[in-house]
């Protein structure tokens, strides 16, 4: 039996890896942060199937203990402060935890099971102000926030283990995967969610920041898939994980709405631009410039041949079946929510 140590367990990715692995019979281990209530997040359902070690990215010794108990295998870091628009408020916290907590369990590794595999949760946001059109493994970098920054570090230190110790370590240079179990401060789960809530009729309006801005989304069931391929692989590499097509937030607004049977145009410009509900003539979308970032990432778009070729991996779940399976859910959620009120 395989053995896998997951760190960011409780997480968007980390909970979705853990169903993947645990089918696939491994036995999972998962690393929790220690917080004041006990909170198992999205592995909530895999509480009697995962051996949860409690640590943190932060704390080394916590690290080489989570290395002994579970002698993974195959040790996924998931973790991370990963929220953008929160790595301009902490960028300390943002950095210890991406970057030096990367060195933190690559040493755990090196010094307690040096044969393990690694997995690096990269980012498409090390692309940041794009400097070619798709993106690439060779595409040139150019971080664009704290985290962005800090992701880069992380990126660099597991080649540098790769090249200087012979760990097998990879990254996997994922592009925005969202899903029913997103946070909610993501633009996307923000859009389902706000839908749902509008839909129900306990929300008027949905407030957001550049609508502008162009991301590559797929789903994060699939991505997980990809994490796992490149661990199987005989040689380490980093790939690019993406969906090869590109939206714009306004277009995801759009369909969440359509997929709540609800009509919605965009009209005027900047920050006067709304969004209004075509029966009603009601205002459901309106801009916030508290939610601009310092500094933006306006557009990306990767190209997955690599990972394709390679790993033989591949998207499943399309664009309009993402959004659509996230407001099927929101509108689930709400609706219980209020029939506990
Ligand atoms: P997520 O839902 O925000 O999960 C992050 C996880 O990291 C949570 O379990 C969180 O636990 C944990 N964590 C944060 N700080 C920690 C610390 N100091 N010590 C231990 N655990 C800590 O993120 P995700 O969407 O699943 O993403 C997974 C990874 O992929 C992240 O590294 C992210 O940066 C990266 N990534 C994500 C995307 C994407 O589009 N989703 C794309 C590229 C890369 P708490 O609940 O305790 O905070
Ligand atoms: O923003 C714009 C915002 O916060 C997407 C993380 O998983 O993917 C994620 O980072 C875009 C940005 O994700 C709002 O300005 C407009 O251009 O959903 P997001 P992100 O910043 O792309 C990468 C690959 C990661 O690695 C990260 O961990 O949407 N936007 N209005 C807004 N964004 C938010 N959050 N809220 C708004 O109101």
């Given at each position: 039996m395989k053995s896998a140590l997951i760190t960011g367990i409780n997480g968007q990715d980390g909970s979705y890896l853990a169903e993947l692995l645990l089918e696939k019979e491994y036995k999972v281990y998962g690393l929790l942060r220690r917080k004041s209530?006990?909170?198992?997040?999205?592995?909530?359902?895999?509480?009697?199937?995962?051996?949860?070690?409690?640590?943190?990215?932060?704390?080394?010794?916590?690290?080489?203990?989570?290395?002994?108990?579970?002698?993974?295998?195959?040790?996924?870091?998931?973790?991370?402060?990963?929220?953008?628009?929160t790595s301009w408020e902490q960028p300390i916290a943002t950095t210890q935890i991406d970057a030096l907590g990367v060195t933190n369990l690559l040493e755990a590794i090196r010094i307690i099971k040096p044969e393990?595999?690694?997995?690096?949760?990269?980012?498409?946001?090390?692309?940041?102000?794009v400097q070619e059109i798709p993106q690439s493994e060779s595409t040139p970098f150019y971080p664009r926030s704290p985290y962005g920054v800090?992701?880069?570090?992380?990126?660099?230190?597991?080649?540098?283990?790769?090249?200087?110790?012979?760990?097998?370590?990879?990254?996997?240079?994922?592009?925005?995967?969202?899903?029913?179990r997103r946070g909610k401060e993501f633009v996307t789960r923000k859009i389902t969610d706000a839908v749902a809530r509008i839909k129900l009729g306990v929300q008027d309006v949905l407030e957001l920041g550049n609508m502008s801005a162009k991301r590559d989304w797929g789903h994060s069931k699939d991505y997980v898939k990809a994490m796992w391929l490149m661990l199987q692989q005989e040689k380490a590499d980093d790939y690019v994980v993406a969906s090869g097509d590109t939206h714009e937030v306004r277009e995801f607004v759009k369909l969440a709405f359509e997929a709540a049977d609800i009509?919605?145009?965009?009209?005027?410009?900047?920050?006067?631009?709304?969004?209004?509900?075509?029966?009603?003539?009601?205002?459901?979308?309106?801009?916030?410039?508290?939610?601009?970032?310092?500094a933006e990432v306006e557009l990306l778009l990767g190209d997955p041949?690599?990972?394709?070729?390679?790993?033989?991996?591949?998207?499943?779940?399309?664009?309009?079946?993402?959004?659509?399976?996230?407001?099927?859910?929101?509108?689930?959620?709400v609706g219980k929510e209020l029939s506990n009120i």
């Open positions: 209530v006990v909170d198992y997040g999205n592995a909530e359902h895999l509480v009697d199937k995962i051996e949860f070690i409690y640590g943190d990215m932060t704390d080394y010794v916590s690290l080489a203990k989570a290395m002994k108990i579970s002698q993974a295998d195959e040790v996924y870091n998931l973790a991370a402060q990963s929220f953008v628009a393990a595999k690694f997995y690096q949760a990269s980012t498409s946001e090390m692309f940041g102000l800090a992701k880069l570090y992380g990126h660099w230190i597991t080649k540098n283990y790769r090249e200087s110790f012979d760990v097998f370590a990879c990254s996997g240079i994922l592009f925005n995967h969202e899903s029913e009509q919605m145009e965009f009209t005027g410009e900047g920050i006067n631009e709304i969004g209004i509900d075509k029966k009603t003539g009601k205002t459901l979308v309106k801009v916030n410039p508290k939610f601009f970032r310092p041949a690599k990972a394709e070729q390679i790993l033989g991996w591949k998207r499943e779940i399309s664009f309009k079946e993402l959004v659509g399976r996230m407001v099927q859910n929101d509108i689930k959620l």
